[in-house]
């Protein structure tokens, strides 16, 4: 994998791959990309693109947060299905993560349905831990866990790994 880009608002040039992508795996859930433009070019937002090797450079994964004041929010992240469990999803939080306590925040928030046993799993391994439910929340009638993750301080890592763990 190429190293991620920090895409801003006035570089989208990926839309139509990221609306692809986010299509495929969200499905019903899926934003447009009209939508993923908007939310990328809201300011205080962050989009982390990934992209393949070279020749074909395609979008393979990207993660978009918002921060507020004192807490970031991981709007979404997403990893092509045939590259999932291969670390790019680990490496995009810690990109997110990083970028959030850089930008002012202590805490990073995030919602995900109870039925997506693969991201709480995820999740909970990067240290996140549920502070709320939304009952009926998505359109299949499944509730979102509402799950934060303290951030440590940028100094907190003595490897210079760059890896924020809990």
Same mark, same amino acid.
């Given at each position: 994998?190429?190293?991620?880009?920090?895409?801003?608002?006035?570089?989208?040039?990926?839309?139509?791959?990221? =609306?692809?992508?986010? &299509?495929?795996?969200?499905?019903?859930? =899926?934003?447009? =990309? &009209?939508?993923?433009?908007?939310? =990328?070019?809201?300011?205080?937002?962050?989009?982390?693109?990934?992209?393949?090797?070279?020749?074909? %450079?395609?979008?393979?994964?990207?993660?978009?947060?918002?921060? &507020?004041?004192?807490?970031?929010?991981?709007? %979404?992240?997403?990893?092509?299905?045939?590259?999932?469990?291969?670390?790019?999803?680990?490496?995009?939080?810690?990109?997110?993560?990083?970028?959030?306590?850089?930008?002012?925040?202590? %805490?990073?928030?995030?919602?995900?349905?109870?039925?997506?046993?693969?991201?709480?799993? +995820?999740?909970?391994?990067?240290? +996140?831990?549920?502070?709320?439910?939304?009952?009926?929340?998505?359109?299949?009638?499944?509730?979102?866990?509402?799950?934060?993750?303290?951030?440590?301080?940028?100094?907190?890592?003595?490897?210079?790994?760059?890896?924020?763990?809990?």
């Amino acid at each position: 994998m190429s190293a991620l880009r920090l895409v801003g608002p006035t570089d989208l040039s990926d839309l139509a791959d990221l =609306a692809l992508l986010e &299509q495929s795996l969200f499905g019903a859930e =899926a934003w447009s =990309a &009209q939508a993923l433009a908007e939310l =990328a070019s809201t300011p205080g937002r962050r989009l982390l693109v990934t992209e393949s090797e070279e020749p074909d %450079r395609a979008v393979v994964g990207y993660a978009l947060t918002g921060v &507020q004041g004192d807490f970031a929010e991981l709007l %979404r992240i997403g990893v092509a299905a045939r590259l999932q469990r291969s670390g790019i999803a680990s490496t995009l939080l810690d990109a997110a993560l990083r970028g959030a306590r850089e930008s002012g925040a202590d %805490r990073m928030l995030l919602e995900v349905s109870v039925a997506n046993a693969a991201a709480l799993a +995820f999740y909970s391994r990067c240290g +996140f831990v549920e502070i709320d439910r939304r009952g009926h929340y998505y359109r299949d009638g499944s509730d979102a866990l509402v799950l934060q993750r303290d951030l440590p301080p940028l100094d907190s890592d003595p490897s210079g790994s760059g890896r924020m763990e809990p």
